[in-house]
């Protein structure tokens, strides 16, 4: 079967709705056709520099909101990036086959870096997508399930598994798989309820996100105040009106009612009306995952043998991979 592989940073207490519906059901989903790999990249995180505790816990709730979702560590491998430990070292292959003006023009870097300043900036940032590209190749994914903002990232995976395979492999052959993005376009990309213009992120207004651990309360409040427009026509207009297209995205997407059958059913209703109901289609979604997130914190000898397994798993493939590219380049084995 094909292979698929993703990940998530752990860099909040709780993953989002953007999250949710850009990546994490899609990995679900796609266990019934490829062997998946998920992890949750922790060398990833250290880019923001997080506090140590926070860092630990936030990895385990995050490892917890996947199998919450559904990832099955009976049939798929689930593990922390920094468990194996090929990562960081495919790591700096890949580094020395990208260029610096190429890794300089990924655009996450650009807009991260500007906002830091030079001095602020971490060689660690720079080389964020490095890492990415030596998550995908070291298992030879085939795809890749990820939202709109990772493109670019997948499109230098793509660059460096074609340099590796030109550079190291026969003619005809691969040394490694060159991966595809999986991005789904009526998800790709869910925008801030407070900025409807603005992908939801971690990193924006906590008005303008869903969070998957947030009390019921506390999500309903914040889609009821979600950004609309001074309109009262419910319609899907991304351009014209964000924050209503963004509301009938988010309800489709976990409803499974076509847009264009919510348009007609809300056709003449108030904002509030169609507010109310995203409200019960996101809790419906939301509160079953909360449920099992809790159940499974409270059982953290589990899960940590959850990860154990997984990265034993993860590493037996990993080390195959590596020790192919360590030849490949010309390094001599260790005896
Ligand atoms: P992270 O943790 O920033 O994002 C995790 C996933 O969520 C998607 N996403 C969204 N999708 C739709 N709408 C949004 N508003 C939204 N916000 C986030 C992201 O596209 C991502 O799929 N660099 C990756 C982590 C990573 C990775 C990998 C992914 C590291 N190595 C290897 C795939 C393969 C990231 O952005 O994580």
């Given at each position: 079967r094909p292979r698929v592989f993703s990940g998530m940073q752990p860099t909040a207490d709780s993953l989002h709705l953007g999250n949710y519906l850009g990546a994490l059901r899609q990995w679900v989903q796609l266990q019934d056709t490829h062997d998946a790999i998920y992890s949750v990249v922790d060398l990833h995180a250290l880019t923001v520099s997080p506090d140590p505790a926070a860092l630990r816990a936030r990895t385990r709730v995050t490892a917890a909101q996947y199998l919450a979702a559904g990832v099955d560590p009976e049939r798929s491998i689930l593990f922390?990036?920094?468990?194996?430990?090929e990562h960081a070292e495919l790591t700096w292959v890949l580094g020395c086959l990208t260029g610096f003006g190429e890794a300089s023009r990924m655009t996450q870097f650009k807009d991260k870096s500007a906002k830091q300043g030079t001095d602020g900036t971490t060689v660690g940032l720079f080389t964020y997508p490095v890492l990415m590209a030596a998550d995908i190749l070291l298992y030879d994914a085939d795809l890749v399930p990820v939202g709109e903002d990772q493109r670019q990232h997948l499109e230098l995976s793509r660059n460096l598994a074609q340099r590796l395979n030109s550079r190291?492999?026969?003619?005809?052959?691969?040394?490694v798989t060159v991966p595809e993005p999986y991005i789904v376009k009526a998800t790709a990309k869910i925008y801030d309820?407070?900025?409807?213009?603005?992908k939801m992120s971690k990193?924006?207004?906590?008005?303008?996100l869903i969070e998957l651990l947030d009390p019921p309360k506390v999500v309903a409040k914040r889609i009821k105040s979600a950004v609309t427009d001074a309109d009262t026509v419910i319609a899907f207009?991304?351009?014209?009106k964000p924050g209503v297209s963004n509301l009938l995205s988010i309800h489709s997407a976990l409803s499974g009612v076509p847009i264009d059958e919510l348009v007609a059913e809300f056709d003449g209703k108030m904002y509030g009306h169609l507010k109310v109901a995203v409200v019960d289609v996101v809790e419906a979604a939301l509160g079953p995952i909360r449920e099992r997130v809790g159940e499974l914190l409270a059982r953290p000898d589990e899960l940590d043998e959850i990860l154990a397994v997984g990265a034993q798993k993860a590493r037996a493939i990993a080390r195959e991979t590596l020790a192919r590219v360590y030849d490949a380049v010309g390094l001599v084995p260790a005896r």
């Open positions: 922390v990036q920094s468990h194996v430990p190291y492999a026969p003619e005809g052959t691969e040394l309820l407070a900025e409807p213009t603005a990193s924006g207004n906590p008005s303008g207009d991304p351009v014209a």
